[in-house]
């Protein structure tokens, strides 16, 4: 666990409410000295962007503790006058629902316990709430126009990569980057929204606009419901004025995202066309908003950890996508950031001075997140209850008007929301830290703590910078990342062995396209099926072990990929977000096969790519006719794991294979494995010695399996029959060779050859299976990835040229080198 730097840095990701309130929170109550905090922002300017937002007591009562006494006055907010005599009782609250046709009110929101009258329920532009945070941070610390494209964490910092090409480096992330969180799909890549069907028509303007001129507008903030479709209207701060439609819009999710940006502005006639039968203060007010800006309103699950990583958090509606539900987002947005400032300072003001390492800012985050995270849970799930309700269905008008009364009238008291402390609720959950200590300190875990995090093994750039292809040999790295989840028809699978292949130790030397830092590294490996997403057929699946299919994007074209944006195989790369060197890993229920039972876990994960990779070389791209009994086929540089993959289905579909390769002890093991023989290619003439080689009756070899390419079309000639077939599965030698005149005129073919389709995997696996044969493995490592050295010696292997077959990572605890 590394030291931080003398100074400890804080990034923030979003300078919005959640943004500000935090940097405010953690300057102000955390305690930490040498405090670095700065703050990332996609926006090009801090202008008043938004429309009227609301905060409720606890809000309110947080900016007080944060000391931002300047949005507390009546000129920044605004509250109704119905609460403010009553200060002492139960008071009637500024929110007053009423009916959607005869304006007549059938329910009423009230404070329950709130003394001050600054902490009733007060609405703001969001402009002018924003503007008085930011008086609050160093104008310096705010970065604008920095729009996050990924974060990643390591055991040692976080970094956080913008779309301008730039990073920033600290000791802690926190996400504020508000409901389309990127720092949230950083670490839950499968996290999705979903629309909640409504889309919010938002306007504030100067309410000289409206005085006067509506019929039945008090001076309180009203709601008016349809069966449907709402609408809300209230005065704000500084003599500004709001109105919301809230209203069905019939488009999908995809439609949505794809046509409205949020914050867009939208057509104020067909805001006025959708209330035109509205009663008629709902009528005047549409017809006197001058334009409304659009809101599609998301929301997601409940996450399950708020710690996806031990130096990153996440705040406001990056945390607890609700959708606005309630007007809580800004008032629960500042007692996230309360709660984190709270649980920083308890933890570090345990040692003084304070130790600042990746296990006590893991703990401070624990805190934060079981002080928060399971009141932002019951939100959501009523949330959720909501989306998912149908709206009854009635029969006549009065039936509606009575379904509706009685709904308006059952509506979820949310006062354990609007007057939530925060404080009592951290106190509660850090009375339980001394017992949490001692087990945290032992490294047993924390009972409060549901997150699940695994090792996963990375490139890492030399001083943070990409090196020069060929040139460089970038070092790997353990990160701790957290454990990904099932969505839809997936399978959460713990691996238990992965195996190395020649395109990662070229994306270790840059020569590999695609090549990313963020991904982990390989594209082999076996595991067991942990856990079943919603959508999975086949529920069989659990408990079962499984090799993975090493890309997607191919399903049957014997011709190439279908998927437009090309193959995508697994590792390493920006392709795809995931590898087979890390502990948990969710794929596609079909893109799986059930491993082998006679293979060992060493010799499955040894199995998916040279395998597929051999399969198409020798059974596709040969063709039947010349891989199959009383064919001869030579397959060059025997001793990597392709060229004994097709040695292997070679042999057991009656070929007589013959090898080539440099060392006579690898030709010896071929022949071991049913080579008929084999000659060192570096002798003089040795194409004329195989063919002298060949069993009676048979002149020249059927077709040529070679990962090399160099001088392989020229030997070709004088090895194959007419018509014969040079399968070209790699180009080690050169990325260039000669095509020959004596080629084309005895018809040979030279046909390239890559990894296979996913009806190719298949077939592949079935053959395995029946065929009962053992990939050829030539090393195990066995650890829990944290042997750095070990993985380097397996690609030490490989780059020498040291093995013959497969180079295996098995799962477990380290010290040995398994038994295959
Ligand atoms: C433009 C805008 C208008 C809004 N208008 C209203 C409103 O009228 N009424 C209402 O109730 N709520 C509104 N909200 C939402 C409301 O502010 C939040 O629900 C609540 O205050 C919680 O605040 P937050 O800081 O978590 O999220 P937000 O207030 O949404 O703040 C998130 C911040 O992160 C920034 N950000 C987002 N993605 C990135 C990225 N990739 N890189 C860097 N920065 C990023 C955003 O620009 C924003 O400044 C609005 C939010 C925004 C961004």
Same mark, same amino acid.
């Given at each position: ?12 990701a979003?300078?919005?409410i ?6 405010? =929170? ?6 930490i +000295?040498?405090?670095? /905090? ?23 009562r947080?900016?007080?503790k944060?000391?931002?006494h ?10 109704g +006058?119905?609460?403010i005599?009553?200060i002492?009782?139960r ?22 316990n ?5 902490h ?7 402009g ?22 990924r ?9 956080l990569?913008?779309?301008?090409g ?15 969180? !990127? ?8 996290y ?7 889309v919010?028509? @938002?306007?504030t ?21 349809? +069966?449907?479709?709402? %609408?809300? =209207?209230?005065r704000? &701060?500084?003599?500004? %004025?709001?109105?919301v ?14 046509e409205v940006?949020?914050?867009?502005l ?17 009528k005047?007010?549409?017809e006197?908003t ?9 929301? &997601? ?7 996806? *990583?031990p130096?990153?958090?996440?705040? #406001? ?8 539900a %309630?007007?809580a ?5 500042l007692?996230?950031? $309360?709660?984190?400032?709270l ?21 401070a ?6 002080? @928060? ?13 909501q ?5 009854p ?5 009065e039936e509606?008007d *009575? ?26 959950i850090?009375?339980?830290v ?26 890492k750039p ?13 070092p790997?790295? @353990? ?10 028809s ?7 062995a ?7 130790l $070229? ?25 079943? #997403?919603?959508?999975?057929k ?5 408990? !079962? ?12 074209d014997?011709?190439?990929?279908e ?7 697994? &590792?390493g790369?920006?392709?795809?977000? @995931?590898?087979t ?8 229920e079909?893109?799986?096969?059930e ?8 010799e ?16 596709t ?6 891989s ?7 397959i060059?540089?025997?001793?990597g ?10 042999v ?11 060392s006579?002890?690898k ?10 023989? #084999?000659?060192n290619?570096?002798e ?6 195989l063919l002298?080689q ?15 390419? &160099?001088?392989?079309?020229e030997?070709?000639v004088?090895?194959? !029959?007419a018509?014969g ?8 030698? =050169?990325?260039?060779?000669?095509f020959?005149?004596?080629?084309f ?8 050859s890559?990894?296979? *389709?996913?009806?190719?995997f ?14 050829v ?13 070990? /993985? ?8 020498t040229?040291?093995?013959?077959? !497969? ?14």
């Open positions: 666990m590394g030291e931080f730097h003398p100074k400890f840095r804080v990034l923030i979003g300078a919005g959640a943004g500000l309130a935090t940097a405010i =929170a953690l300057a102000r109550i955390s305690d +000295p040498h405090l670095d /905090i700065q703050l990332y922002e996609q926006a090009p300017e801090l202008t008043e962007i938004g429309a009227s937002i609301a905060l409720s007591p606890n809000g309110m947080t900016l007080e944060l000391g931002v300047n949005a507390l006055t009546d000129e920044v907010g605004y509250r +006058p119905s609460g005599p009553q002492f009782r008071t009637l609250a500024d929110y007053t629902p009423s009916h959607w046709k005869t304006n007549q009110v059938v329910s009423v929101d009230t404070h329950v709130v003394p001050d009258p600054r009733h329920t007060t609405r703001f532009h969001r002018h709430l924003h503007a008085a945070l930011l008086e609050h941070v160093p104008r310096e610390s705010i970065h604008l126009g920095k729009k996050l494209a974060a990643v964490a390591s055991d040692d910092e976080v970094v990569h913008f779309e301008d730039t990073e920033a480096h600290g000791d802690l992330l926190i996400g504020a980057d508000g409901i389309k969180s !990127k720092t949230r799909q950083s670490f839950f890549p499968g999705k929204l979903r629309f909640s069907g409504k919010f028509a @938002r306007s303007f100067d309410a000289s606009l409206i005085e006067g001129k509506v019929p039945g507008l008090g001076a309180n903030s009203l709601h008016w419901w349809g +069966p449907k479709d709402n %609408f809300f =209207a209230s704000l &701060g500084k003599g500004q %004025f709001t109105t439609g809230a209203y069905e819009d019939g488009r999908s999710l995809e439609e949505l995202e794809k940006a949020w914050d867009q939208g057509n104020v006639q067909l805001l006025r066309e959708k209330y035109k039968d509205w009663n008629p203060t709902v005047a007010l549409t006197l001058p334009y409304s800006r659009l809101y599609p309103n998301y929301a &997601g699950d409940a996450l399950p950890t708020w710690v996806p *990583s130096r990153v958090t996440l705040v #406001g509606d990056a945390a607890h996508t609700h959708g606005g %309630f007007t987002g800004g008032s629960l947005a007692d996230d950031s $309360f709660a984190l400032a649980a920083l300072k308890y933890v570090f003001s345990v040692e003084k001075p304070p130790v600042i390492t990746s296990v006590s800012i893991k703990r985050l624990e805190l934060y997140d079981q002080t @928060r995270r399971p009141h932002t849970t019951k939100l959501l799930t009523i949330v959720h209850g989306i998912n309700g149908k709206p269905v009635s029969s006549s008008p509606e *009575s379904a509706l009364i009685a709904r308006m009238r059952n509506r979820p008291d949310t006062v354990w929301l609007s007057e939530h402390d925060v404080a009592k609720t951290f106190q509660q850090s009375d339980l001394p017992t949490l200590n001692a087990r945290v300190f032992r490294n047993e875990g924390c009972p409060y703590n549901h997150i699940t995090m695994q090792n996963a093994i990375f490139l030399i001083d943070g910078k990409p090196g020069k292809p060929g040139q460089v040999y970038y790997i790295i @353990r990160k701790t990342i957290s454990q990904p989840t099932v969505q839809d997936e399978l959460l699978i713990k691996l238990t992965a195996a190395l292949n020649h395109r990662d $070229f994306l270790r030397q840059h020569l590999y396209p695609g090549l990313s830092f963020d991904t982990p590294l390989l594209a082999d490996g076996v595991g067991t099926v942990v856990e079943l #997403g919603p959508g999975v086949d529920q069989s699946w659990k408990g !079962k072990r499984v090799i993975l299919n090493p890309g997607t994007g191919w399903k049957d014997p011709d190439g990929p998927d437009p944006t090309g193959y995508k195989i697994m &590792g790369t920006k392709f795809d977000a @995931r590898g060197l890390q502990e948990y890993v969710v794929v596609d079909s893109e799986v096969e491993a082998p039972t006679h293979l060992s876990d060493a499955a994960a040894a199995l998916p790519l040279t395998g597929l990779t051999a399969w198409r070389a020798l059974i791209n040969t063709g039947d006719r010349n199959s009994k009383n064919a001869a086929v030579l060059t540089g025997i001793g794991g392709v060229a004994l993959m097709a040695l292997q289905y070679a057991e579909r009656g070929v007589s294979v013959y090898v080539t390769s440099s006579q002890e030709i010896d093991k071929a022949l071991e494995l049913g080579a008929k023989n #084999g000659v290619y570096k003089d003439d040795w194409e004329k010695k002298s060949l069993p009676p009756g048979k002149s020249a070899f059927d077709a040529i399996v070679d990962g090399a390419g &160099g001088n392989i079309i030997k070709g004088k090895l194959l !029959k018509g077939v040079i399968a070209v599965y790699g180009m080690t030698v =050169a990325p260039k060779m000669n020959v005149a004596q080629a005129l005895k018809n040979i073919t030279v046909r390239g890559t990894m296979g *389709s996913r009806k190719e298949k077939d592949m696996v079935e053959f395995v299976k029946s065929h009962q044969i053992h990939p493995v030539s090393r195990v490592l066995r650890t829990n990835l944290d042997d750095i050295t070990g /993985i380097d010696a397996l690609f030490d292997d490989m780059k040229g040291k093995q013959f077959g !497969k180079l295996v990572i098995e799962f477990g605890e380290g010290g040995a080198e398994s038994k295959l």
